[in-house]
C-alpha cells in the first residue's frame, strides 16, 4: 500500500512572532519533496499568523482543541474556531498533555471523536513510558490508547498515529529502527484485527521521538514508518533535511 509520507513540525511552547516568521520563511523557500505531507503546529497565539504566512503547499495544526464546540470553557479552544482559521489539522494525546495535565485516553479519544465530526484531521499520539517498555508493556499501552478512540471512532481515514516513546521524547534517545519498527508492525496488525484490514492499509503510522536530520533516513526506510512528529528539530534548518528523509 502506497502511503504518502508525512512529517509534522510540533514546535511545542515555543517561538516568537518574529522567530516563527523565520521558520515559516525559511520553509516556503526551501525544496522539498513534494511527495511528503508537511504540517507544523506552532502555539496556538500564532497559528492565525502561520496559516496566512505559511506557502498552500503546507497546512497548520492547532496543538490541542476542546470537545465541547463553543461555551464556558476558559482557556480552551474550538474546532468550529480552528476551522473558521484555515486550520485543518489538530494534534491530540501528546504525551506531555497526557502526563502533565492528566488527559485521560477517554478524554483524547473525546476529542479525537469531537475533531473528526466537525471536518478536522487529527495527528493522534500514543506512546508508553520506560517503567512500561522495561515491563514489556508497550503493546498493550498503545493498544489500550487506541481502543479508547476505536470506542468511538469508526472512520480512521482522517487519523495519523503517531508512536512518541515517552522515554525518548526531547531526551537525546531514540528508539533503534527495529524497535520503532516493531511497534509500528503491531499497530498496524492492531488496526488489521480491530478496524478493518483497509484501515491498517491506508493508515499512516508516524514516529516521534528524538527526530534529527541524523537518524531520520534510516527510520524512513522502515515498511512501516510513514513519516515523523518532530520537535526540537522542527525549529531548526535541519527540519527540511527530515522532511526530505526519503527524496
Known sequence: MDRKFFVGGNFKMNGSIKSITDIIDRLNKSQTDPNTEVVISPPSLFLLLARQRLDNRFEVAAQNVFDKPNGAYTGEISTEQLKDGGINWVILGHSERRVLLGEKDSFVASKTEAALDRGLSVILCIGESLEQREANQTIQVVTTQLRAVADRVADWSNIVIAY????????????????????????????????????????????????SEKNCRELAKEDDIDGFLVGGASLKPAFTEIINARK
Do not use: C, F, M, N
Open 164 to 211: 512518541e516513546p515517552i522515554w525518548a521524547i526531547g531526551t537525546g534517545k531514540v528508539a533503534t529502527t527495529q524497535q520503532a519498527q516493531e511497534v509500528h508492525d503491531a499497530i498496524r496488525q492492531w488496526l488489521g484485527e480491530t478496524i478493518s484490514q483497509e484501515t491498517a492499509d491506508k493508515t499512516r503510522i508516524i514516529y516521534g521521538g528524538s527526530v
